[in-house]
């Protein structure tokens, strides 16, 4: 049996459905072992489904989930030995904190004195030494979110799964349970496996995130992969803003691909080894608003770029986001410094040149 | 604003005219009929016929509320984990007995359980018994018959109190190791226990002031204290103990309510979270 790290728990052309309803299609995925992956999706996308079959909450209609190697579809929940923290963190409310983190360990019959050394250890390790004898509704969210973490980490979980653990928090608190997350992962060594839609946190804690739309698996990668590379103006809209121009005419030229906008030609120098898109298909040039720079219309014709009238400005302290569009209609974001030279002048219905770098245009055919 | 409060001047009248004053007036009874003094208290603290009353009223609504209470967990257990149309169905049931008159309940149990009734009557048929058992007429019948009332307003407080347990509280103990009867007992059953006090509560208080169903389905041979006092006023004349008799029910009752109350908090009887 295959116990390389790269095949921890494998899920095999995994499917699911819910009646006539179509929930998951055909995943394959491998999780490997310590790795921090993220389902990441809209609702309704397909991720939570697998996260409940990965539990053993969920049969799966069709496919395999094996765990080194071995195979654990039809495994009960009980019996897979994975953690997980639910959304609504699901603890026990008529249990204190210590006896909710002492759970995993009373059913497994370990002795009571092990159990406490445990517990009192576990919660020192997640911030609550001293409040093992609270009430659960005593607790603040963060502090509930601790003693879901304690509760499903304290049998030593080869796998955690986590349900949108941090969808209840508020934006600040969101931001510190995010460092305590990653913090844990490292600390405690455990796979784990986040789902979640906010795209912000997926690339603030994976090592990979796993893109979900409309029951399949879109795009698997690094944070950075999925975030610079897209694959589908999907993912590339729903991580982040992206503008998208369709594009035509794409031919290879040396080292570099060469497609037209509205009869101008602009160069792409990123995904060069891809085989060229079908001539009849449609294709689009992805650019992040951030790599797209303003320059007045006297630089037209320089470099990559495309000539938009200004419609909007939204100051964000930080940032200005500038939004404009093409002579056909197009909308054209974009993100500029506030020490921009341009942002003095800037009026609105004038055409200004916005342009980009060969290297941070991506060619995508769906 | 004032004028308002006025329009809520029906439900305390009604309770005054309708239960505080014939409720003042029964104790005036027991305190004066056939004279006055505390003569018919000295009487119920000494005969042993009323003391054994008490003590079988007490002894079957135990009784009652025991099985009454178990049936109607495993009913609600069952409804809890039913699909949309399973629960429909469960709910149907539950509630069907509400609109038949409790007299035509008895009479029916009556045509059962008798001697030549289809119970007995298939038993023997069976060759299980050579002779037909007393299943009416007695403790047994008024036990039956009891259960039977009150197993749905024993299901009402359960299903509310099951309906609150969070399907990923169930979810997160299989999660964490537990098996199916683990997460039923550490974890369904005392998060319902509100909802079985509840029950218990509203099933023994019930139970205590049952009169047609006894009466009808013990014989005679099972009177409880509500029969008690209907014979003592109705039939023996003997107003002055029907009453004292009627004030020791009442007591009864409170007191049942305040421990309850005190138990699990009274906020339970009106539906609201404790």
């Known amino acids: 049996m295959s116990v390389s790290p790269e095949h921890f728990v494998d899920l095999l052309q995994l499917g699911k459905s819910y009646g006539e309803t179509r929930a998951l299609s055909d995943l394959t995925l491998h999780i490997k072992r310590g790795e921090f992956l993220t389902l990441l999706g809209p609702s309704g996308s397909g991720k939570s489904t697998t996260l409940m079959m990965l539990a053993g909450f969920e049969q799966p209609s069709e496919g395999r989930i094996l765990c080194n190697g071995q195979d654990i579809t039809g495994l009960p929940a009980d019996q897979r030995n994975f953690g997980v923290v639910f959304q609504g963190y699901a603890l026990f409310p008529h249990m204190t904190v210590a006896q909710n983190i002492a759970y995993p ?10 159990i406490n050394e445990r517990v009192g250890r576990m919660l020192e390790r997640v911030g609550l030494a001293g409040k093992g004898g609270r009430n659960i509704k005593q607790l603040s969210g963060g502090q509930q979110q601790r003693v879901a973490l304690a509760r499903a980490l304290i049998f030593e979980p080869p796998l955690l799964l986590l349900d949108e653990p941090l969808s209840a928090l508020d934006r ?15 600390e405690f060594g455990t ?21 979900f739309n409309h029951g399949r698996l879109e795009q698997l990668g690094t944070p950075q992969e999925v975030y610079e590379r897209p694959g589908s103006r999907f993912v590339a809209n729903f991580l982040g803003d992206t503008n998208l121009l369709s594009v035509g005419d794409i031919s290879r030229r040396d080292d570099a691909l060469v497609c037209s906008y509205q009869s101008r030609p602009l160069w792409i120098t990123q995904g060069v080894q891809q085989p060229l898109p079908a001539a009849d298909g449609q294709s689009w040039l992805a650019i992040r608003p951030e790599h797209v720079d303003l320059q007045p219309l006297a630089q037209a014709g320089n470099g990559n770029g495309v000539v938009a009238q200004m419609q909007h400005l939204t100051y964000l302290g930080t940032h200005v986001n500038v939004d404009l569009r093409t002579p056909d209609a197009q909308p054209i974001a974009l993100r500029i410094p506030v020490s921009h030279p341009l942002l003095n002048s800037l009026e609105p219905g004038q055409p200004y040149w916005c342009s980009w770098s060969k290297e941070h245009g991506h060619l995508l055919t769906h | 604003m004032r004028i308002y409060a006025l329009l809520i001047l029906p439900l305390p009248l009604l309770i005054v005219v309708g239960y505080l ?22 009487t119920i603290l000494d005969s042993a016929a009323i003391q054994t009353v008490i ?9 009652t509320t025991v099985i009454s209470v178990a049936i109607a967990y495993l009913i609600a257990f069952r409804w809890r984990f039913a699909s949309a149309r399973g629960r429909l169905l469960i709910e149907l049931f539950v509630l069907l007995p509400f609109w038949l008159s409790m007299l035509i309940r008895a009479f029916a149990w009556l045509v059962l359980l008798r001697n030549d009734g289809l119970v007995n009557q298939s038993l023997m048929g069976l060759g299980l018994v050579d002779e037909p058992l007393a299943l009416v007429r007695n403790e047994l019948g008024a036990l039956i ?25 169930l979810r997160a103990s299989s999660s964490l190791g537990a098996g199916r009867w683990q997460t039923l007992r550490e974890v369904f059953l005392p998060l319902t226990l509100p909802g079985v006090a509840a029950a218990s509560a509203t099933v023994f208080v019930f139970s205590l002031g049952c009169f047609v169903t006894p009466a009808l389905l013990g014989g005679g041979k099972a009177a409880m204290l509500a029969e008690s006092i209907y014979i003592q006023m109705f039939q023996l004349s003997n107003w002055g103990l029907g009453a004292a008799l009627s004030i020791v029910l009442m007591a009864m009752v409170a007191v049942c309510a305040v421990v309850f109350g005190k138990l699990v908090g009274f906020g339970r009887f009106t539906g609201r979270q404790a």
Not at chain 1, 105 to 114: F, W
Not at chain 2, 26 to 42: D, H, M, R, T
Request: aromatic residues 6%.
């Open chain 1, 191 to 211: 796979t784990f496996v986040f789902v979640t839609h906010d795209q912000e946190e997926a690339l603030a804690l994976s090592d990979r995130v796993a893109v």
């Open chain 1, 105 to 114: 360990l009373k059913v497994r019959k370990v002795a009571q004195a092990d």
């Open chain 2, 21 to 42: 004053l014939p409720t003042l007036g029964v104790l005036g009874w027991s305190l004066s009929l056939p004279k006055v003094g505390l003569q018919n208290y000295a």
């Open chain 2, 145 to 169: 018959g009891m259960v039977h009332f009150m197993v749905p307003y024993a299901v009402l407080p359960l299903l509310s109190s099951m309906r609150q347990v969070d399907d990923s509280l």
């Open chain 1, 172 to 186: 600040r608190l969101r931001q510190e349970m995010q460092v305590e997350l990653a913090r844990m992962h490292k």
């Open chain 2, 55 to 63: 003590w079988r009223t007490l002894r079957i609504c135990l009784l």
